[in-house]
């Protein structure tokens, strides 16, 4: 990233709405093998006084459904489902050798190490590398009033990247929490609530993907980051909405593709192993890395470097801006190809194809950002084929 936009970027703060890329598709371990109990109902009176058993969080994700009834007597928020996130020895809430690491309430509330002070809001979680992200319901009283009548829940959980991932659904409420794993130590998590009764408990489907559904909220340049798609010789793909924000005013306020590698698929400028090859706006201009320069440079041609868009002779800038703010269909799509690395951004109207050269077999990811905007509904897509590249045109 250049320097010069580091003043705005450290103006800036960073607002994710729902976390955001495992790979999606990913088998799901047997219900067998995650709990020595397969408990199908549970009563909870008091907090925490039952429990199930514990369930495995693997790489290969596990995801447990059931039903919530709260009380008739339910009034607040925490009157509904828990789940309790903890190593030990058996699979089992304070089983030998217990180490618990969240406690994630379904009222998007969360906190850490079994103290209460720890939580979501608190210095102390997001110093330890702990993340939580919410979407929440527009009436709580209402989401208390469903649950009441009996709402629909889902856990989905995986361990990816030296990380764990719980992806908590009640109703209209998810929320999505990440802390870091421990080496050689099994996760568990054991369902649990207050005042609330779970029924038809069962696992099975698919582990979490951190990129259906998810969104971005880029209120300054570079201040959230999608985690990273690697880019591979059978393509990538990825779909969103762009909408700019009502004081958006200049082209570059929109999305933004940056392509890298690094030793784990994430924007992280103060690592050793990040290196960016290019920074690519959906405006049509691009950039780095050192020596290149930018798309209108020589520097950047005569590196191997090239851009080319539909803009034609008369394209509508303010138009173009205009529809932003209103709200645009998007699609990103990437290819590593005889040598090289071609990335199609379509925003709108307008695409453009960037390619560049690459040596050697490392792992070359991309992620999404941008400035003034919001990204919404980020899904992975089927590659379709890049202008240039396959006959077949590319379309959101």
Wanted: charged share 25%.
């Amino acid at each position: 990233m250049r320097k010069k936009f580091l003043a705005a970027l450290l103006a800036t703060s960073l607002v994710f709405t729902i976390a955001p890329v495992i790979p999606a598709g990913t088998a799901v371990t047997a219900a067998a093998e995650t709990a020595e109990t397969a408990v199908t109902e549970l009563n909870c009176v008091e907090f925490l006084d039952a429990q199930t058993d514990g369930y495995e969080v693997t790489e290969s994700g596990i995801e447990i459904t059931f039903k919530s009834t709260s009380a008739s007597s339910a009034k607040d928020n925490w009157e509904t489902p828990a789940l309790i996130a903890y190593t030990a020895d058996e699979p089992k809430f304070k089983g030998a050798n217990y180490k618990e690491y969240a406690i994630i309430r379904s009222d998007a509330f969360a906190w850490k190490d079994g103290v209460f002070d720890n939580n979501k809001d608190s210095d102390n979680w997001k110093n330890s590398g702990y993340t939580f992200d919410a979407k929440f319901p527009e009436d709580w009283a209402a989401w208390v009033e469903a649950n009441k009548a009996g709402a629909d829940c889902k856990v989905k959980a995986v361990k990816k990247d030296g990380k764990i991932q719980i992806e908590f659904t009640n109703g209209n409420l998810t929320s999505v929490t990440t802390f870091p794993a421990e080496d050689g130590k099994k996760t568990y998590i054991s369902l649990s609530g207050q005042n609330c009764k779970l029924t038809n408990i069962k696992t099975g489907g698919e582990a979490p993907d951190r990129t259906a559904g998810a969104e971005l909220d880029c209120v300054g340049f570079w201040t959230a980051h999608t985690d990273g798609r690697e880019i591979t010789e059978s393509g990538t793909a990825l779909t969103f909405k762009n909408t700019s924000n009502p004081s958006a005013s200049n082209n570059y306020e929109t999305p933004v593709v940056a392509v890298y590698t690094n030793s784990e698929p994430k924007v992280n400028n103060d690592s050793p192993d990040y290196k960016e090859y290019v920074v690519i706006r959906s405006d049509n201009y691009a950039w780095e890395p050192a020596g290149v320069g930018n798309s209108t440079e020589a520097t950047w041609t005569s590196s191997g470097y090239d851009i080319k868009a539909n803009l034609g002779t008369s394209f509508d800038w303010a138009a173009w801006v205009e529809a932003n703010k209103a709200g645009t269909d998007c699609k990103v799509q990437a290819i590593k190809k005889d040598g090289k690395v071609y990335v199609e951004v379509t925003n709108g109207n307008l695409t453009s194809v960037t390619s560049f050269p690459i040596t050697g077999n490392e792992k070359i990811y991309l992620s999404l950002t941008g400035e003034n905007c919001k990204l919404t509904d980020i899904k992975t897509a089927n590659y379709t084929g890049i202008n240039d590249i396959i006959s077949e045109p590319s379309a959101p």
